[in-house]
C-alpha cells in the first residue's frame, strides 16, 4: 500500500508540562485537571505523557480501559486513574480492588454490581 500522505508528530514533554502549567494559571486554584492519555497518549507513549502531565500538577488521569489503568498502575502511576468508557463486567472485580482507578458509571446495572 503506497501512503500519499505520510504523517508525523514530535512531542516535546517539556511542552506539555509547559501547556499544563499555563493552562493551571488560567483557572481557579480548586479546578482539577484530568489529561487523558488513552490510546498511548494519542500515540505518543501513555507513560511518557502521564509522567509529564504529573510533574506539571495535573491531578488525575484519563483512558479508556481497566487494561491501560493497569499498565499505568503496573508502572508505579499514583494519580487516579478515571475510566472514560463503561467497562465489561469481568472487570468489575480489578476496579473494586485498585483504588487508584475511578470509574465513570454509565449504566444501571454496573452500579449495582459495585
Known amino acids: 500500500m503506497k501512503i500519499y500522505r505520510p504523517v508525523w508528530a514530535e512531542v516535546n514533554l517539556n511542552n506539555i508540562k509547559d501547556n499544563l502549567r499555563f493552562i493551571r494559571t488560567l483557572i481557579s486554584k480548586s479546578t482539577k485537571i484530568m ?28 483512558v479508556a480501559s481497566v487494561e491501560e489503568a493497569l499498565e499505568l498502575i503496573n508502572d508505579d502511576i499514583k494519580a487516579p486513574i478515571q475510566l472514560l468508557s463503561q467497562p465489561p463486567i469481568s472487570s468489575v472485580k480489578i476496579i473494586v480492588e485498585n483504588s487508584t482507578i475511578k470509574n465513570s458509571i454509565l449504566a444501571l446495572y454496573i452500579l449495582k454490581i459495585l
Open 35 to 62: 489529561a487523558v492519555i488513552k490510546a498511548n497518549g494519542y500515540g505518543h507513549g501513555a507513560l511518557k505523557v502521564a509522567k509529564a502531565a504529573i510533574e506539571a500538577g495535573v491531578e488525575r488521569l484519563g
